[in-house]
């Protein structure tokens, strides 16, 4: 079946720093991503959906410019969570779907934990 | 805009014993519904979905769903449990047409017993 990848599985930064997450499609096209966060014990939240090469799309009272995601190809995209602080610990979850090939289901990776000191 | 309703918080069951996880949507339009298994610190698995034809549909570790369009309910089954399948389960749900994101529910967390 698909895989998706996700690295780090978990970071441990200091609050006011940037953090990267990589989140890779292994063995199809992921032409939509998809970016969840998820609180302990709490179901997924979505923050933002981005198709390959074009801005990502996000949900309501989800900040833009702190959250960055860049779907630059077919197999990759990033969310940096920018000047970090404790509030933005949590998992966050990428999930992806191959829309042209018509396949219905989301893939999601391992997730990540990000703790901000 | 679609919705999920999964009834139950947590779901306690002895080993062996058959489970039911309740899940009901609601929707305007057509949709997709998919249930996934989380285990504890993982990312979400694929147990089974429904897109169209037979409204029975089987999945992965013994667990099947049906869907019941006049109650709008995708509700989970297995018919004997192992203590495997402690974990968090997610009922979701979207629209059939276009590439528009799952919709989940607050998810039910199954304990089994031995």
């Known amino acids: 079946g698909a895989v998706v990848s996700q690295h780090p599985s978990r970071v441990i930064c200091k609050s006011g720093t940037s953090v990267k997450i990589e989140c890779r499609s292994l063995?199809?096209?992921?032409?939509?991503m998809f970016w969840y966060r998820q609180f302990p014990k709490q179901s997924l939240m979505l923050m933002a959906t981005?198709?390959?090469?074009?801005?990502?799309?996000?949900e309501q009272g989800v900040e833009k410019d702190k959250f960055l995601i860049n779907h630059a190809s077919l197999t990759l995209s990033t969310l940096t969570v920018t000047s970090a602080h404790p509030e933005d610990s949590s998992f966050y979850i990428c999930?992806?779907?191959?829309?042209?090939?018509?396949?219905?289901?989301?893939?999601f990776g391992p997730g990540t934990r990000l703790l901000v000191l | 805009a679609q919705s999920v309703t999964q009834l139950d918080s947590q779901v306690p069951v002895f080993e062996e014993a058959p489970v039911e996880l309740r899940c009901n949507y609601s929707?305007?339009?057509?949709?997709?519904l998919f249930w996934y298994v989380q285990y504890p610190n993982q990312g979400l698995q694929l147990l089974l979905k429904?897109?169209?034809?037979?409204?029975l549909v089987k999945g992965i570790n013994g667990f099947e769903a049906e869907f019941n369009k006049s109650q709008t309910s995708f509700h989970l089954r297995k018919p004997s449990v192992h203590i495997s399948d402690t974990a968090e389960y997610f009922c979701?749900?979207?629209?059939?047409?276009?590439?528009?994101?799952?919709?989940f529910g607050k998810g039910t967390r199954l304990s089994v017993i031995a």
């Open positions: 999930s992806a779907r191959d829309f042209r090939a018509g396949d219905e289901t989301q893939y």
């Open positions: 063995d199809f096209q992921a032409t939509t």
């Open positions: 981005s198709n390959e090469g074009s801005k990502a799309t996000y």
């Open positions: 929707s305007s339009v057509s949709v997709y």
């Open positions: 429904y897109l169209s034809g037979s409204t």
């Open positions: 979701a749900v979207r629209r059939n047409s276009g590439n528009t994101p799952l919709v």
